[in-house]
């Protein structure tokens, strides 16, 4: 089971990414899959998760209004669309997954995770 993070960079304040998940998972829509961000010197925090077969979706409230999780499970990818990028963003951002339908919000609740990708954004 491997989870496959890219799309990082560095963009400008105001600016946009994309960053996907690959997943090779076995009943991929069973599982819930999420986004977490660690910046330097801080814990790493939840920032999105959406469950497929729940078919519900989640924002941390530092998200809400500037990005949206979205995905494909055909080709067994979620994305993490992020605008209105602010320099409080920059972070290694990581996709987890977790089987079953209910959204967590803990790290310890993820048993697969990604290798992350570095988003910087600078002011």
């Known amino acids: 089971v491997q989870l496959q993070a890219s799309g990082g960079g560095l963009v400008q304040a105001g600016g946009s990414l994309r960053l996907s998940c690959a997943a090779s998972?076995?009943?991929?829509?069973?599982?819930?899959m999420a986004w977490f961000r660690q910046a330097p010197g801080k814990e790493r925090e939840f920032v999105s998760a959406?469950?497929?077969?729940?078919?519900?979706?989640r924002l941390a409230d530092s998200a809400k209004g500037r990005f949206t999780i979205f995905g494909d499970n055909t080709k067994n990818t979620v994305y993490l669309q992020m605008n209105s990028l602010k320099p409080e963003d920059t972070a290694v951002y990581y996709c987890?997954?977790?089987?079953?339908?209910?959204?967590?919000?803990?790290?310890?609740?993820?048993?697969?995770w990604g290798q992350g990708t570095q988003v910087t954004v600078s002011s």
């Open positions: 959406i469950s497929w077969s729940g078919g519900a979706s």
């Open positions: 987890a997954a977790k089987e079953g339908m209910l959204i967590k919000w803990t790290v310890k609740d993820y048993t697969v």
């Open positions: 998972l076995r009943s991929f829509g069973r599982y819930t």
